[in-house]
């Protein structure tokens, strides 16, 4: 897919805008390059999903010292600034997902409905640094061959990313983002939210286990829990269909005290980036 290069605080980042109708936001995951939405964004066409390496992930520039969280969604915010979007939808998986929370506690007013896969309040370590140097010690040496243990293990979760080539074999870049969890939680800030939210989350998932949904839809106010049967923590990979189908219905779905989603008077939404040019 068609990527664009935007300098945004100093930064200048990957970001991919593809699709029509109205926009959504799509937040990575670990190391998560943007070709790891490709399924999902192929399911999604009448959406215009708009996604991006976050700094230090693929072709996003590396910056000199980690990030917060708190950085991390401000420049968020200013990306969306630039391309002329008010106001959008918000997904967000995994690490993604506390980027999409912290996002919408810091700039409520540009987000319309939450939608959180496969992530927690915190405060949680999802990966390890030792997790990493051991994963690339060992690919190193045996090309990715597989090894015992669990499909959902944190070994072999990096295995499957990086092979699929989803997830960026940089380890500085893992570092850089574990570094922005550090401390962080949403915990006693989400009743903050007044955002429609869903929650997903996979009853197979060893990573981030079922009871972290349940603590998001118990503290986010107007929050519904829908748990995929049968998936792991990949599950927006592995059943992308079905994850598309929730994210419809659930964004489709209008209530008489919301805004309707951006659109304009043909049903195309064209952010900035990609109107023509006046001559």
Not at 33 to 62: A, H, N, W
């Given at each position: 897919m068609t990527t664009h290069k935007l300098t945004i605080k100093d930064l200048q980042l990957n970001v991919s805008i593809c699709g029509q109708g109205s926009?959504?936001?799509?937040?990575?995951?670990?190391?998560?390059?943007?070709?790891?939405?490709?399924?999902?964004?192929?399911?999604?066409?009448?959406?215009?999903?708009?996604?991006?390496?976050?700094?230090?992930?693929?072709?996003?520039?590396?910056?000199?010292?980690?990030?917060?969280?708190?950085?991390?969604?401000?420049?968020?915010?200013?990306?969306?600034?630039?391309?002329?979007?008010d106001q959008i939808d918000v997904f967000g998986v995994s690490w993604g997902g506390a980027l999409a929370q912290e996002f919408a506690l810091r700039h409520p007013r540009m987000v319309r409905r939450l939608i959180l896969a496969a992530t927690s309040?915190?405060?949680?370590?999802?990966?390890?640094?030792?997790?990493?140097?051991?994963?690339?010690?060992?690919?190193?040496?045996?090309?990715?061959?597989?090894?015992?243990?669990?499909?959902?293990?944190?070994?072999?979760?990096?295995?499957?990313?990086?092979?699929?080539?989803?997830?960026?074999?940089?380890?500085?870049?893992?570092?850089h983002q574990l570094a922005a969890l550090v401390g962080w939680t949403s915990l006693l800030r989400l009743f903050h939210l007044r955002h429609r939210t869903l929650i997903l989350t996979g009853d197979r998932d060893t990573l981030v286990r079922l009871y972290n949904a349940h603590i998001l839809r118990r503290n986010i106010r107007r929050a519904e829990l829908h748990v995929l049967q049968g998936e792991g923590h990949f599950f927006v990979v592995t059943s992308a269909k079905q994850t598309a189908k929730l994210i419809r219905e659930f964004l489709c779905h209008q209530h008489g005290d919301e805004e309707k989603a951006p659109m304009i008077a043909n049903g195309m939404f064209v952010p900035h980036l990609l109107q023509p040019k006046k001559s």
């Open positions: 926009p959504l936001l799509l937040l990575n995951g670990l190391g998560g390059l943007i070709r790891t939405f490709d399924p999902l964004r192929d399911e999604l066409e009448d959406y215009t999903t708009i996604t991006l390496d976050v700094p230090g992930v693929g072709k996003s520039q590396m910056p000199r010292w980690p990030m917060r969280l708190p950085r991390h969604a401000d420049l968020i915010a200013e990306m969306l600034k630039q391309l002329g979007i309040a915190g405060p949680v370590v999802l990966v390890k640094p030792a997790d990493i140097v051991d994963f690339f010690d060992r690919s190193k040496s045996t090309k990715l061959r597989k090894k015992e243990g669990s499909r959902n293990s944190i070994q072999s979760l990096l295995r499957f990313g990086v092979v699929k080539g989803m997830l960026t074999v940089n380890p500085r870049t893992y570092y």
